[in-house]
């Protein structure tokens, strides 16, 4: 079975737990992942967008094989901005992203102490992120659409071009997110299973494809 994300509207603090959009809640030692952008000004470090968090002890009811760890949080990030309709200094369309252009980041262990919300501004301080939204947890098919965890691709053409990777987690376009990609479609963030088995989150590939 694969685990459906629910997104809603919250008021509560959501710092160091599940949530969608926001601001990550990292580390003190784990750095915001950027990638290189090369313009007529020059070369420069360019933020992904965070695209969640998840607590792992949020998701072990749904995961009985122990697939995703059991404790410590999952961060994903990709290089959404153009899909969320913002000018944007990349672009990726379909097919395989390059390397680089989304990142998957775990930290074994929470710390409430130690962990530091990182907050990305603009020139005048206005926050440069989406609103947090709270994320609930539920059992879907393994081919379900939606925002998803594990289980497999929903598009075939997906499943085809990547035929021994797992989903990780799918992103279907949505427009109370403000999230489309072209006139349907969906981001996988893929991995096989040996490397899901022991953690290997650089091996992640995403994957775009649309009707």
Same mark, same amino acid.
């Given at each position: 079975?694969?685990?459906?994300?629910?997104?809603?509207?919250?008021?509560?603090? %959501?710092?160091?737990?599940?949530?969608?959009?926001?601001?990550?809640?990292? $580390?003190?030692?784990?750095?915001?992942?950027? &990638?290189? &952008?090369?313009?007529?000004?020059?070369?420069?470090?360019? $933020? %992904?967008?965070?695209? @969640?968090?998840?607590?792992?002890?949020?998701?072990?009811?749904?995961?009985? /094989?122990?697939?995703? $760890?059991?404790?410590?949080? *999952?961060?994903?990030?990709?290089? *959404?901005?153009?899909?969320?309709?913002?000018?944007?200094?990349?672009?990726?369309?379909?097919?395989?992203?390059?390397?680089? /252009?989304?990142? &998957?980041?775990?930290?074994?262990?929470?710390?409430?102490?130690?962990?530091?919300?990182?907050? *990305? &501004?603009?020139?005048?301080?206005?926050? %440069?992120?989406?609103?947090?939204?709270?994320?609930?947890?539920?059992? @879907?098919?393994?081919?379900?659409?939606?925002?998803?965890? #594990?289980?497999?691709?929903?598009?075939?053409?997906?499943?085809?071009?990547?035929?021994?990777?797992?989903?990780?987690?799918?992103?279907?376009?949505?427009?109370?997110?403000? #999230?489309?990609?072209?006139? @349907?479609?969906?981001?996988?963030? #893929?991995?096989?299973?040996?490397?899901?088995?022991?953690?290997?989150?650089?091996?992640?590939?995403?994957?775009?494809?649309? #009707?």
């Amino acid at each position: 079975m694969a685990i459906r994300l629910t997104l809603k509207k919250t008021d509560r603090i %959501l710092f160091c737990g599940s949530k969608w959009w926001g601001d990550p809640d990292m $580390p003190e030692d784990m750095q915001y992942p950027t &990638v290189k &952008v090369t313009d007529e000004d020059g070369t420069y470090d360019y $933020p %992904l967008t965070f695209i @969640c968090q998840i607590n792992c002890e949020d998701i072990a009811r749904y995961d009985p /094989e122990g697939l995703l $760890p059991r404790e410590g949080m *999952l961060y994903f990030f990709a290089a *959404l901005d153009e899909w969320l309709g913002y000018e944007s200094a990349t672009h990726n369309g379909i097919g395989e992203w390059p390397k680089g /252009e989304f990142v &998957v980041k775990y930290a074994k262990s929470i710390n409430f102490e130690t962990f530091q919300s990182r907050i *990305l &501004v603009d020139d005048e301080d206005q926050p %440069l992120t989406e609103p947090e939204l709270e994320i609930d947890f539920s059992s @879907c098919n393994d081919d379900a659409d939606g925002i998803k965890l #594990l289980g497999i691709p929903y598009y075939e053409e997906t499943r085809n071009h990547n035929p021994d990777m797992k989903n990780l987690l799918q992103l279907d376009e949505d427009d109370t997110l403000g #999230l489309r990609f072209y006139d @349907c479609g969906m981001l996988n963030l #893929l991995i096989k299973d040996s490397d899901l088995k022991f953690g290997n989150w650089k091996k992640t590939k995403a994957y775009l494809h649309s #009707l």
